[in-house]
């Protein structure tokens, strides 16, 4: 018999995906190690400390003041990703399956959405918020940001809804199903990979919110962790060992809530593959 290779198991693609991991995974190391040196040292390279310091971390969050920075952030996102999530659903579900005059051109909109950088909307962004009267407060970041996430979550969640078989819409209506009645009881949980994985993006693009944060609000409590690390930055740019004790604070609630819900995450990836 001749052995059949697995697919995505190739040589090449293993040897891809190594070198992916380890550049990944490198400069975490890298700031790990360097985070554990003695303050006021300048490490070179990947040099492990005779003696780590695992005061620098405590050092950093008192510093940077990280527990209103973890509340901050986390009242953001709490406002943020709800929101966005049940928008983009309800309107993924109306342009997918809900016929109406000018889905095309709402839909085409959305589209050319995703065309715009963020850096091509700042200077708007900052005058109207300013006008709004939102300038250097928390809803200077949800807002636009839940405006921002609108296009991309309603094509992911579009194309989910038009994936499902039309059957079950189908079926639901001639049971005596009203369309809402269809969407909360038949098609949303059918979604719940979609809006699942989707809910993981939407958080780690709002906790790793920088651009927004440093334009809008002039507060470094107010803003998300990763734009407080401006000013901290600012402050602190001299000590290495403490910046890189203090990035690592910021980066590591992404990395818990990913690898918490990988499991979640891949298998939507791959129930879309697979459409």
């Known amino acids: 018999m001749t052995r059949r290779r697995v ?10 995906l190594t070198l992916a991991a380890v550049g990944t995974v490198l400069p975490l190391v890298s700031m790990a190690l360097t985070a554990l040196q003695p303050r006021g040292s300048a490490p070179a390279g990947l040099s492990v400390p005779a003696d780590p310091q695992w005061g620098n971390f405590v050092d950093a969050w008192d510093a940077a003041v990280m527990g209103e920075l973890l509340r901050s952030s986390a009242l953001i996102v709490l406002v943020v990703v709800p929101s966005a999530l049940l928008l983009a659903t309800l309107a993924g579900y109306g ?23 963020y850096e091509a909307l700042i200077a708007p962004l900052y005058l109207q918020i300013g006008d709004l009267g939102l300038l250097n407060t928390r809803w200077a970041i949800i807002v636009p940001l839940t405006a921002l996430f609108m296009p991309f979550s309603v094509f992911w969640m579009r194309a989910h809804f038009l994936g499902l078989p ?16 269809a969407f909360r009881h038949v098609m949303l949980p059918l979604a719940a990979p979609a809006w699942s994985a989707l809910a993981i993006l939407l958080f780690l693009w709002t906790w790793n919110q920088f651009l927004l944060a440093v334009t809008l609000v002039d507060e470094p409590t107010r803003r998300t962790m990763a734009g407080a690390l401006g000013a901290y930055q600012g402050q602190y740019g001299t000590d290495i060992v403490l910046l890189c ?26 129930q879309g593959a697979g459409r």
Not at 95 to 117: C, K, S
Not at 167 to 179: I, T
């Open 166 to 181: 039309a059957e079950l819409l189908d079926s639901a209506r001639v049971d005596g199903a009203s369309m809402r009645q």
């Open 7 to 16: 697919a995505g198991r190739s040589p090449v693609g293993v040897l891809v």
């Open 245 to 270: 004790a203090g990035s690592l604070l910021i980066i590591v609630p992404t990395i818990a809530v990913f690898l918490i819900f990988q499991r979640g995450f891949v298998a939507a990836i791959l």
């Open 95 to 117: 342009l997918a399956l809900v016929p109406f005059r000018g889905a095309a051109l709402v839909y085409a909109a959305f589209l050319a959405g995703l065309a715009l950088p």
